[in-house]
């Protein structure tokens, strides 16, 4: 397996596994990323200063990713830990922990104190991943994402 950041041709196979993951869990509905034009350009939207895109290799494919992102009217110091996704057949393998990890290494290492992240009910397994990691829950959402689909949100400090 390999981690590498993101590069400009990932942009489809990247796009695919996070529609496919959502629609997988009933997930795929508005206000999420299945419908974020951002999705299908996350090389270009990760050119954002302040921001870092990890992608997971395996047998010469794409099977996942992981991100921070400075989201807009986020706390001082925070970051968020976005789109997370890692493909079917590479799940359970401890890969979308070893993503979050070293997203957050990279936020620590940017001077951010705090990640932020948006879930909901149907990802279950992966806000238990979450809480493992150490993230609380809030009851309310902060900045501004613009995925209203959203509606569990967590905080980590770093």
Known sequence: MQIRPIEPGDNQALANIIRTA????????????Y????????????????SYYYVAILNNKIVGGCGIYPTDNLPKGTCELVKLYVAKEARG??????LMEKS?????????????????????????IY??????PLDH????SGHCGCDIWM???L
């Not at 034009?37 to 050119?47: G, H, I, N, S, V």
């Not at 393998?93 to 070893?98: I, N, Q």
């Not at 809480?131 to 609380?136: A, D, I, L, S, Y």
């Open 22 to 33: 959502l629609a997988e869990f009933g997930a795929n509905k508005p206000g999420t990323v």
């Open 35 to 50: 419908f974020d034009p951002t999705t299908d350009a996350l090389f270009e939207l990760f050119r954002t200063p302040g």
């Open 93 to 98: 393998t401890g890969l979308g922990k070893e």
């Open 104 to 128: 957050m290494i990279w936020a620590k290492e940017n001077n951010y104190t705090q990640v932020y992240l948006e879930s909901m009910p149907e990802l279950a397994k992966a806000v238990s």
């Open 131 to 136: 809480e493992k990691v150490g993230f609380k």
């Open 141 to 144: 959402p902060l900045g501004n």
């Open 155 to 157: 905080l980590k400090k």
